[in-house]
């Protein structure tokens, strides 16, 4: 979905705008908001994130079978800036979906790297009455910034979008029942955010290029699913003083008062 300029510049979506991604996450899964952050903000935020994660592959921990890495973020700058925890431009969508009490329990990246493998299809989080074949409103969303441009060729998210963030399949039988569905790539340039409801099936793919693919990634939830699927995130208390009002909110049940954390073996 292509924002305005003035959108893009106020960091406010129209209310046309607002209603069309909120359908398009009910009915598809996810949106995608194209190159919305500051060219500047973005070479900072690149380069700190590629620096942490030089510093994780010197570490000599087994690594991911796919070649597909997750770490978890510190709460500093730039990562704990607000154009990343509580994006402007993402955040009515989240609060449309969820609530404006929904929390933030998880705060890491995605990272491909050549080599990789495809990763199975599945999803982020169960369904909760699955015996029941009934799935409620979403309740799980996920936001991913795309730290560089995301192509065919680096490894792009693959997604099954139109319904099934709905299915009640177990895990086991979502990977047979995806080889006969449409699938499309989460293809998008550098600074674009991709929201999405994080029941929708998905897998991470094969990265054919030379480098690395990666980006950020958030989880919003409703309070109550929080406190079962929380990852501590340590903020220091000023930190924490520091954020917004809004910030604040969705960081509410996080380690404050703990120092960040800094953990590469995560």
């Not at 929904?102 to 299809?121: D, E, K, W």
Request: proline share 9%.
């Amino acid at each position: 979905m292509k924002l305005t300029e003035q959108e893009i510049r106020s960091n406010q979506l129209r209310p046309d705008s607002l209603a069309a991604a909120v359908q398009q996450v009910k009915a598809n899964g996810y949106i995608l908001f194209e190159s919305v952050l500051d060219p500047g903000f973005l070479d900072e935020l690149r380069d700190a994130y590629m620096a942490l994660f030089d510093r994780y592959m010197l570490n000599p921990a087994p690594r991911p079978t796919y070649n597909h890495h997750r770490l978890d973020l510190p709460f500093r700058h730039p990562f704990s800036d607000e154009r990343v925890v509580s994006h402007p431009l993402a955040m009515p969508v989240v609060d449309a979906l969820l609530g404006a009490d929904c929390i933030c329990p998880y705060f890491a990246s995605n990272t491909c790297l050549p080599g990789s493998h495809y990763q199975p299809v599945h999803s982020d989080v169960a369904a909760l009455f699955p015996e029941a074949g009934l799935s409620p409103p979403a309740y799980h969303v996920v936001v991913n910034i795309a730290l560089m441009d995301t192509t065919e060729e680096n490894g792009p998210m693959e997604m099954w979008p139109g319904g099934t963030q709905y299915s009640t399949l177990p895990p086991e039988e979502i990977e047979q029942a995806s080889a006969a569905m449409h699938s499309e790539h989460a293809v998008m340039p550098a600074g674009s955010l991709l929201i999405r409801d994080g029941r929708m099936w998905h897998r991470g793919t094969i990265n054919h290029s030379n480098g690395a693919r990666a980006n950020i990634a958030l989880v919003y939830v409703r309070p109550w699913l929080g406190l079962r699927h929380r990852r501590l995130i340590g903020i220091p208390q000023q930190t924490y003083d520091g954020l917004s009002p809004r910030a604040q909110q969705l960081f509410r049940f996080a380690g404050i008062g703990q120092p960040v954390n800094d953990d590469l073996l995560a």
